[in-house]
């Protein structure tokens, strides 16, 4: 599991803001920005540039690019892992149970994938 180590320790944070988007805190420093450009960056609204420029100004530009990166990244994996069928493990399927549920994130069409 690729984010096994950063997964570990969420007490704290608003889990609720990855599917709630802007407007809600996440409890994540600088959170606010890096949400709007997430969002900025995955449908590609004109806020785009506004939204790069808050991140810069909150975050650095080396953590703007950092992030960036990682935005890129999800979505080159999703994807891949969403076109070729790949499920979720039984393990990990199981772990994060209740979380999917308490989320919503099972109301995804990519969530309708076989476990």
Same mark, same amino acid.
């Given at each position: 599991?690729?984010?096994?180590?950063?997964?570990?320790?969420?007490?704290?944070?608003?889990?609720?803001?990855?599917?709630?988007?802007?407007?809600?805190?996440?409890?994540?420093?600088?959170?606010?920005?890096?949400?709007?450009?997430?969002?900025?960056?995955?449908?590609?609204?004109?806020?785009? !540039?506004?939204?790069?420029?808050? +991140?810069? #100004?909150?975050?650095? $530009?080396?953590?703007?690019?950092?992030?960036? *990166?990682?935005? @890129?990244?999800?979505?080159?994996?999703?994807?891949? !892992?969403?076109?070729?069928?790949? +499920?979720? #493990?039984?393990?990990? $399927?199981?772990?994060?149970?209740?979380?999917? *549920?308490?989320? @919503?994130?099972?109301?995804?069409?990519?969530?309708?994938?076989?476990?």
């Amino acid at each position: 599991m690729m984010l096994r180590e950063s997964g570990r320790d969420v007490e704290g944070l608003n889990l609720h803001a990855i599917v709630k988007g802007s407007g809600t805190f996440s409890g994540v420093p600088c959170g606010e920005e890096l949400v709007a450009f997430v969002e900025a960056a995955l449908t590609g609204t004109p806020e785009l !540039a506004t939204a790069r420029q808050a +991140a810069a #100004d909150a975050l650095g $530009a080396q953590a703007l690019v950092d992030a960036a *990166a990682v935005i @890129g990244n999800f979505q080159r994996m999703t994807r891949i !892992a969403d076109s070729t069928g790949i +499920a979720v #493990d039984e393990r990990t $399927a199981v772990v994060t149970e209740g979380m999917r *549920a308490e989320l @919503g994130l099972n109301e995804f069409v990519s969530a309708r994938l076989p476990l």
